[in-house]
């Protein structure tokens, strides 16, 4: 049995007076494409930030998260995650987060960094095997005739592309997905899901993405967790999300969630 991807003990987060994750639990194995849905507030966001401790010095938090069996945070204390762990964990933002006046192909060098000695990870010291490596990943997401050019000449759907390809070039055995098509057009949203479900099939990568429409999570995901006001309100098969139960997930939230 292969130690599980991601695996989430009693969880729970304030803040302030504030509760924000009331006693979490799941489990995630390697290999799943995982939709995390709910309404805005839920506390999806702080969910996924939690997994990779993005938060550091967190005095809210208790609970214990393990990421490829390495523990990410034990009871109060999020520890620090290591160089390692950080590189093998890779993060995607709704709003993209690329160096706009950069290029595209630099862009998706900087992944790198966070692998790299630290001696090393300098701008312009990128290896030629590193530039190959950034040209293939490119190409996984279909842009490799943009390498050249500065990266805030793209639309949204070609800027989220380039932040998968630096993804890519983490050795990432997880890939946590923060609303990464909420600000993109259908289109561009169901290439972006093409070509994660296609990163996850054929690498085997775990991919955990928040998801605003049900309707793109049943289509991409097996299996949906649900957070209502903070706590795990479904996890199983997206199938078994009937009407009734959607219904009463969002029911209380704003018009714009459904
Ligand atoms: P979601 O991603 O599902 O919309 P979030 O995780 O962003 O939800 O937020 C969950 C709740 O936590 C919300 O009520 C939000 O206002 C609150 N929250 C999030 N971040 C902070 C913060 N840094 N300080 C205080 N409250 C926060
Ligand atoms: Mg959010």
């Not at 293939?136 to 998968?164: F, H, K, P």
């Amino acid at each position: 049995m292969s130690i599980p991807s991601i695996v989430v003990e009693r969880l729970s987060k304030t803040f302030g007076q504030h509760p924000v994750l009331r006693d979490i639990d799941f489990t995630i194995h390697a290999g799943e494409m995982v939709a995390l849905i709910g309404p805005s507030g839920s506390g999806k966001s702080t969910l996924l930030r939690h997994l990779i401790g993005l938060t550091r010095g967190d005095r809210g938090a208790a609970g214990r998260v393990r990421l490829q069996g390495r523990e990410v945070q034990a009871g109060g204390r999020l520890a620090r995650a290591s160089r390692q762990q950080r590189c093998r964990t890779g993060y995607i933002f709704q709003q993209f987060n690329l160096v706009g006046r950069l290029s595209v192909l630099t862009n998706v060098l900087i992944g790198r960094l966070g692998c790299m000695p630290r001696g090393r990870a300098l701008f312009g010291r990128f290896t030629p095997e590193e530039r190959d490596m950034a040209r293939r990943a490119l190409a996984r997401v279909g842009l490799e005739a943009l390498a050249d050019q500065r990266a805030n000449t793209l639309s949204g759907g070609q800027m989220q592309r380039v932040a998968i390809a630096r993804v890519l070039m983490q050795d990432t055995d997880v890939i946590l997905a923060d609303e990464p098509i909420a600000s993109l057009d259908p289109r561009s949203a169901r290439e972006v899901m093409q070509i994660l479900e296609r990163v996850n099939a054929e690498d085997g990568r775990t991919v955990v993405i928040t998801l605003h429409q049900v309707e793109v999570a049943r289509r991409f995901c097996k299996r949906a967790i649900a957070l209502k006001a903070g706590r795990l309100y479904f996890d199983g098969p997206i199938g078994e999300l009937t009407d009734g139960r959607l219904t009463a997930l969002y029911e209380n939230a704003g018009l714009d969630e459904l």
